[in-house]
């Protein structure tokens, strides 16, 4: 037992670091934090985190290179040797090469080289992997080099002196050393100091003009703070929406709205001055980045905590929690660019799903997502007949019994009642026969539900394929009801 901690730690980094991230030990979990802190006032110092950044991407284009030089290679002689691509194999080459490619190296950690050959394994077997489909989503283009001008600045620590400093202010990283953290470090801090944590690693970047240290902890389990929910037997079926950001339907008949940020729009007019400002100056330059930084930041924080207070609320009353699986790339190619970040990029509906699943696995909340091409928004939910209404229309009329119905409560609703083994909604309406729908573009839904339209055309689910705008909503119910009687 004396030695238990230092054995797990060491078992915990060593899982952790060989590459997978999968296999936490039990008792413990992964999490990241990230803390801004100050641009030191020592211009040497200022001037070594510059470096550290320019180092990376020098590793990075060196690597491209080297691989790049290595296929050309071998296209002309088979027999050809080429360098693997494997961190390891990369990074022995880069100390061979180093005094002649970077005579400077000694400045910078070498955590700094390494972090580029990091990044550009990563990007080549993200390359591979989406060529020889073992990975899902858009296709993965090949690596490319690094300019200073787009590249994100940023540089990873796997190892070396990192940790947090007695003063909850200090956070010291390899070469660079300490940093002044803008906000208290307690929340890591004290975990880090009983013991309880490990830092995994830590990743110093530029956003904004800013400086960011976030970090990759292991935590203890039992030391992070798990609250179950209020209501572990109530069930919520979650709108996402654009008119408000989630309309809530619980099994208790309860109807709850949280309304948008909005944080774009509301800042509609000041980016229309900056954006004035900004067409006078050169992409990419410093006055530029300064002009367009600021509102940049407020909209993203604005996003981030409401998708936060949002996830919070669910996780801390729910015990089960229904959502949609929101097919955002459609939705981008329907809605067009600029209104699509208007509207989606707008709410941070992106962030939504990934922040639900973290927060509900902590809290031991279970979280369904909906099956894509499920029409939540075009079924009534009281007698599952079709509802009639104008693209954006806030109320709908039902088609069958001529009620008029709230769009985004009824597809909470639905949303809430759907269910993998037995879709209640198609039961309900076993005697209900669809029929097709003449052809006026007016009864299509809007935003929530575009991948019903134009989502099938990018969607992979193979055997769902949509026919036309008019007979979609049919075959749909026409698949659920098939679903229903095997
Ligand atoms: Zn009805």
Redesign the pocket.
């Known amino acids: 037992e004396q030695y238990r901690a230092a054995v797990e730690s060491v078992s915990v980094l060593f899982r952790l670091c060989d590459d997978t991230g999968e296999q936490v030990p039990s008792g413990w979990t992964v999490t990241g934090t990230s803390f801004e802190v100050e641009w030191p006032k020592d211009p040497q110092k200022a001037s070594l985190i510059r470096s550290h950044f320019g180092a990376r991407r020098v590793a990075y284009n060196w690597a491209l290179a080297k691989v790049k030089s290595d296929m050309d290679a071998k296209q002309k002689n088979a027999d050809h040797l080429s360098t693997s691509w494997t961190l390891e194999a990369l990074r022995k080459q880069w100390n061979q090469e180093k005094n002649e490619v970077a005579p400077w190296w000694g400045e910078n950690s070498k955590e700094a080289y390494s972090s580029g050959i990091a990044d550009l394994v990563q990007a080549l077997s993200g390359w591979s992997d989406s060529k020889n489909g073992r990975r899902r989503g858009r296709k993965v283009g090949f690596a490319r080099f690094k300019s200073k001008r787009k590249d994100q600045n940023r540089v990873r620590f796997m190892t070396g002196a990192m940790r947090f400093e007695e003063d909850r202010r200090s956070i010291v990283l390899p070469t660079i050393g300490a940093l002044r953290s803008k906000e208290n470090t307690r929340r890591i801090q004290r975990h880090l100091a009983k013991n309880n944590a490990r830092l995994l690693n830590c990743t110093l970047s530029e956003r904004w003009g800013r400086l960011f240290v976030s970090c990759q902890v292991a935590v203890r389990t039992n030391v992070t703070s798990s609250r179950t929910p209020s209501k572990p037997n109530v069930r919520a079926g979650v709108d996402l929406g654009l008119r408000s950001l989630a309309t809530i339907a619980d099994s208790d008949g309860n109807i709850e709205v949280f309304p948008n940020p909005a944080p774009l729009r509301t800042t509609l007019t000041e980016r229309r001055r900056v954006g004035r400002a900004l067409s006078r100056r050169i992409p990419g330059s410093n006055g530029y980045r300064r002009a367009k930084a600021k509102l940049d930041r407020k909209s993203v924080y604005i996003r981030r905590e409401s998708i936060h207070q949002l996830t919070r609320y669910l996780v801390d009353n729910y015990g089960e929690v229904h959502i949609e699986d929101l097919n955002l790339a459609a939705m981008r190619q329907s809605m067009g660019r600029r209104a699509f970040r208007r509207s989606v990029s707008d709410a941070g509906l992106g962030g939504f799903r990934p922040t639900l699943t973290y927060k509900a696995k902590r809290a031991g909340v279970t979280v369904v997502v909906v099956d894509r091409f499920f029409p939540s928004s075009q079924i ?1 939910h ?4 079709r509802l009639m209404g104008a693209k954006l229309a806030k109320r709908l009329t ?1 088609e ?2 001529d ?1 008029e119905v709230d769009r985004d409560a009824n597809a909470g609703l639905n949303i809430r009642d759907w269910s993998v083994t037995s879709p209640g909604l198609v039961e309900a309406s076993a005697l209900f026969v669809p029929r097709p729908l003449s052809g006026t573009g007016g009864s299509s839904d809007d935003g929530l539900t575009y991948h019903l339209e134009r989502g099938c055309k990018t969607s992979s689910n193979a055997g769902r394929t949509r026919r036309g705008k008019n007979d979609s909503w049919t075959s749909e119910h026409e698949n659920l009801v098939k679903g229903a009687s095997l």
């Open positions: 009534h009281d007698c599952s007949g039902c069958t019994c009620v």
